[in-house]
């Protein structure tokens, strides 16, 4: 028989208010339905109202995690609008806590994966090491999250010797920490068996439902925008994009460790290059008509800001389409198939920003999606006989 | 005699149900935060509890959105009695940035009565720790 | 005389107060066990070393208002907290630890009391079936068939690995088990396979980590427990806290030879071997990740029930060539 | 390939039914009218490979509604723009050609009461339950009562 289980608004599973409702068959999942809005805050509606420095506060407080990519590209975009180029040491700078952000944001996902599989110490273990990062975005902009370092035509707080020695030192216990993560993440009999061969995305359904950031690359799609569309810094310094063909959430843990390790050495390589020179140069207080489009690479995903702008110091339309949403249709694909115990893992496998995509509506099931989608009778058929496709599990290491 | 026992072992042993009205989440990772091994909330016996059946002190952050509202409350009146609110963050104190949008309450004492109130965007760890327990002392 | 032994043995000392006193503090050193392998402090500011934190917990639930939920039929719901904690503190009774002469088996240690001390270890996870099963809460629902799926995992190699030692020794006295492998300690070493595979199906009855799917708190929420609140979920705690102790009990008189020497000396052993016991439990829930349910019961059958039939035959096999 | 050949092909391709303008490096902007929207999006996907739709904005411009398209490809970033009379604000759903963007339709929806014509799933996402019918924030002429603030025991 079918149960309908509601899991959320509130969840411990999850970190934010976001309802999931499934209809199950013993312990697999045959449908699965997200409604959103409990987090919907009306931003666009209040970024009409406050000029372009404000709505740079705004901005950083659509989502806790991932603060300064918003205000980023949001910058980014407005200094297209004005025509003003910001100066190099400034966008150094500006790049070095944006990748700071992103191995914070890693470090805390690889944690929450732990958790969610039941693996706590190794969510004692990697949070603990998370706040070295957490001390050195401090000693940078003074706040643990939301660190304002950001502003129209550059950078607020210059960076001097004594805090780049002690970047340098905490990355290099970092790389050494995650490694040994790397190890964990991949070899944990324990951990493997929870995470192997479960939320599976195909690459063609990745690329079907418009995947973005880890969970499309670990379904073996290069999609970065730091390489396509390289805004200031990236097509300057060598790195590669990390990507994994396992298609499943331990594909996402390796992809995203690698990409820890991919920052470490652009962070090296940064401060290494770091040119002199101020850190702002003045802005404007109102911007010429126009749009523009600005892209970013969020630890989560490709960031879209669209604005357009009325010549007035107010923006006349705000758009901001965060990397979450991207990923939810992705979602409602990954759970069809899942057991009920890999609802949480599947979940918290694209690393849900909640509070970024509040704006997303979600996919109700394979009937009203489109033909890509199969029907809901042939899903019921292929959830039911589970075991059939079980040879998934035997391409992934299964160690029992 | 029995209600100092009482008391004294509802200072010592407060278990927390987090709860998330809204929030931008920086102030629920903070409070993630102080379970971990720098900040470690176990040591004056805080454990992150699942269930409001078994809570005694509600943290909840985040502007309280429309939608939020009344699934709040139902929590609210699940948790067993002696319950406290403590609201973290800046969001939950008064709306912060999203003061005035068409779909906020704007904070938790519109919604819920609120015992203690940790400022701070978001409210650093060792804050809230500090919240909880000066809630406790105040028993 | 007797009769105030027998007072004495049923309130005192493996009775009652000593399992409230030992359970509390068997939580304690676990949760302190499993805060340190985190690198973390674990409880320390409520009493010395934050060892009355059990108990603040406990009184604390009992101090609080306890919620029925009207869906829930009422008396089983209220009944069934009192009767797991009956149930765990009988078993407890039948220790070998004190008050037992070898010669003549009294109430206190009869042959066969192995056999009835598993079956009222195995009742508690039926308690717990029923707990979810009445509290009609979807969550508890789920919980409560975990709770039943992972019965027949890990029953049947439990059951193997405690009873090989038994058959060696040739008796179904726990007792003269005891005695046995007190004056042959050699023949421990056969039992070890049988140590691990109980240790393992012990922390599967026990609801740990690697095995505590029905209460899982980032599934099922609450699990079992989900509707639970004040007076009744501080029995279940302490029932589950008993439940470890007693276990750990049962294991240590199994595999490691006992609690020789009188009330004193073997009281000493008792507590240093069930500590011993409790801190693998600790150790293998700080190491391992939380499986699925389908994942548990595979294991149980390709690999604990092999493992446990191989110590029947590896003790059959030293029982022949003994004799 | 640069921008320049990816205009001269479009033009080549789609002809009049396209005004293209490039402000910025990899910034594609294509106006066309509404009732082609769905054949030049499936040549763009067949001919192009433009398969991946970042999202959807809607604009509200007073006498119409402008809905821009934003697709992006490894090389560019093509906007494909479309306006809408703000009496019959109604457009085709190109979710049959690309699953994704059932997502960013139910907003615009929701957002500016555009009515998205053949979306397999209508549902109201983003607004509360209980948000009045024919309410559209995100439109300009929209104004609404901020909640009254009352401080929990005292002066309001």
């Known amino acids: 028989m079918s149960f309908n289980i509601p899991i959320g608004p509130q969840h411990p599973a999850l970190k934010e208010p976001i309802s999931l409702r499934m209809t199950i068959e013993g312990e697999v999942i045959t449908d699965a339905d997200i409604r959103l809005g409990y987090n919907h805050r009306g931003i666009e509606k209040l970024a009409e109202e406050r000029n372009w420095i404000q709505n740079i506060y705004l901005m950083e407080r659509i989502c806790g995690i991932c603060s300064h990519s918003h205000a980023t590209c949001y910058v980014q975009a407005v200094e297209r609008l004005m025509e003003i180029a910001p100066p190099k040491r400034g966008m150094y700078i500006r790049y070095l806590v944006s990748e700071l952000e992103r191995i914070h944001s890693h470090l805390l996902w690889l944690g929450v994966a732990g958790h969610e599989a039941g693996f706590d110490s190794f969510f004692m273990y990697v949070w603990r090491d998370r706040e070295i990062v957490m001390d050195l975005l401090e000693m940078v902009s003074g706040n643990r999250v939301h660190y304002a370092i950001n502003t129209v035509g550059g950078v607020r707080r210059d960076l001097d010797e004594t805090q780049k020695a002690r970047i340098l030192d905490g990355i290099a216990t970092l790389r050494k920490r995650s490694e040994y993560y790397l190890h964990i993440g991949a070899n944990e009999p324990s951990f493997v068996a929870r995470i192997a061969g479960v939320g599976l995305l195909p690459k063609e359904q990745a690329v079907a439902l418009c995947a973005v950031g880890p969970t499309a690359r670990a379904s073996g799609w290069d999609r970065d925008v730091r390489k396509e569309d390289p805004y200031a810094v990236y097509d300057e310094l060598e790195w590669q994009v990390a990507t994994a063909d396992t298609c499943d959430v331990l594909g996402r843990v390796v992809v995203r460790i690698k990409e820890l390790l991919e920052s470490y050495n652009m962070i090296e390589q940064m401060i290494k290059k770091l040119p002199a020179g101020d850190i702002a140069v003045r802005a404007p207080r109102k911007a010429k008509p126009g749009e523009t489009v600005s892209r970013y690479e969020a630890p989560r995903g490709e960031n879209i800001h669209y604005i357009k702008a009325n010549g007035t110091e107010k923006p006349e339309r705000l758009k901001v389409r965060a990397p979450t949403l991207g990923n939810y249709a992705a979602t409602v694909f990954m759970l069809k198939k899942g057991f009920v115990a890999d609802i949480p893992l599947i979940f918290a496998a694209i690393d849900p920003c909640i509070c970024c995509a509040e704006r997303v509506v979600t996919l109700v099931d394979g009937r009203s999606g489109a033909s890509s989608l199969v029907s809901l009778s042939d899903l019921r058929r292929r959830a039911l006989d589970r075991p059939a496709n079980a040879l998934v599990k035997g391409k992934a290491e299964w160690p029992f | 005699m029995l209600d100092k026992l009482a008391r004294w072992s509802r200072i010592k042993s407060p278990w927390i149900l987090h709860l998330n009205s809204g929030a931008c989440n920086a102030c629920d990772i903070e409070i993630v935060d102080a379970l971990t091994p720098r900040f470690d909330v176990e040591r004056f016996g805080i454990i992150l509890r699942a269930t409001p059946r078994h809570a005694d002190v509600i943290i909840a952050t985040g502007p309280v959105t429309r939608q939020m509202k009344d699934r709040i409350i139902r929590i609210y009146e699940q948790t067993p009695n002696p319950k406290f609110v403590i609201a973290v963050g800046a969001c939950a104190m008064a709306g912060c940035v999203y003061r005035g949008a068409y779909n906020v309450m704007g904070g938790l004492d519109q919604v819920i009565p609120v015992d203690m109130y940790v400022p701070g965007c978001p409210a650093r760890p060792d804050a809230i720790i500090d919240g909880v327990v000066k809630l406790l002392g105040k028993l | 005389m007797a009769v105030l032994r027998t007072l004495l043995y049923l309130l005192v000392y493996p009775g009652l107060l000593f399992l409230f006193v030992y359970g509390t503090f068997s939580e304690w050193y676990d949760r302190k066990v499993y805060a340190r392998l985190q690198n973390r402090m674990g409880p320390t500011h409520t009493g010395r070393f934050g060892l009355l934190q059990p108990v603040a917990d406990f009184f604390k639930l009992m101090a609080k208002e306890d919620v029925v939920p009207d869906a829930a039929d009422k008396g089983l719901f209220n009944a069934l907290p009192a009767f797991g904690l009956a149930v765990v503190a009988t078993s407890g009774l039948l220790l070998p630890v004190w008050n037992f002469s070898l010669a003549a088996p009294g109430w206190t240690s009869f042959s066969g009391d192995i056999i009835v001390m598993l079956y009222l270890l195995s009742l508690p996870t039926l308690v717990l079936f029923l707990a979810a099963w009445s509290s009609t809460n979807l969550f508890s629902t789920i919980g409560g068939a975990r709770v039943l799926t992972m019965l027949f995992g890990y029953e049947v190699p439990l059951f193997l690995a405690v009873l090989s030692p038994a058959v060696l020794a040739g008796s179904w006295r726990l007792a003269e088990i005891a005695a046995f492998y007190q004056q042959r300690p050699a023949l421990l070493l056969v039992n070890v396979l049988g140590f691990l595979v109980a240790l393992v199906a012990v922390q599967a009855k026990l609801e740990r980590t690697p095995f505590d799917i029905p209460h899982a708190e980032t599934e099922i929420v609450g699990g079992t427990f989900t509707e639970y609140s004040g007076k009744k979920l501080a029995l279940f705690r302490l029932t589950t806290d008993i439940e470890m102790v007693v276990a750990s009990g049962l294991l240590a008189t199994v595999f490691l030879g006992g609690f020789p020497g009188g009330a004193l000396l073997g009281f000493a052993s008792f507590v240093i071997k069930t500590l011993f016991i409790i801190f693998l439990l600790s150790l293998i829930r700080a190491l391992t990740s939380r499986i699925r349910i389908d994942q548990v019961v595979s294991f149980a059958w390709r690999v604990l029930a092999p493992l446990a039939v191989l110590q029947l035959l590896a003790t059959i096999l030293v029982k022949g060539f003994l004799s | ?156």
């Open chain 4, 1 to 156: 390939m640069t921008d320049a050949e990816l205009i001269a092909k479009l033009q080549a391709d789609l002809g009049g039914r396209i005004e293209i303008d490039n402000p910025g490096p990899r910034r594609l902007f294509l106006k066309i009218a509404a009732p082609d929207l769905v054949p030049v999006v499936t040549r763009l996907r067949d001919a192009f490979g433009v398969v991946f739709l970042s999202t959807i904005s809607g604009l509200d411009l007073g006498a119409t509604f402008e809905i821009i398209y934003h697709f992006s490809t490894p090389t560019q970033d093509l906007n494909v723009r479309t306006e809408v009379p703000r009496e019959a604000p109604r457009v085709a759903s190109i979710t049959p050609l690309i699953p994704g963007a059932i997502l960013y339709e139910r907003e615009i929806q929701d957002m500016f009461g555009i009515v998205v014509e053949g979306i397999p799933d209508g549902r109201p996402l983003l607004l509360p339950d209980d948000w009045p019918a024919g309410q559209f924030p995100l439109r300009k002429d929209w104004h609404y009562d901020r909640p009254v603030e009352v401080i929990p025991g005292g002066e309001s």
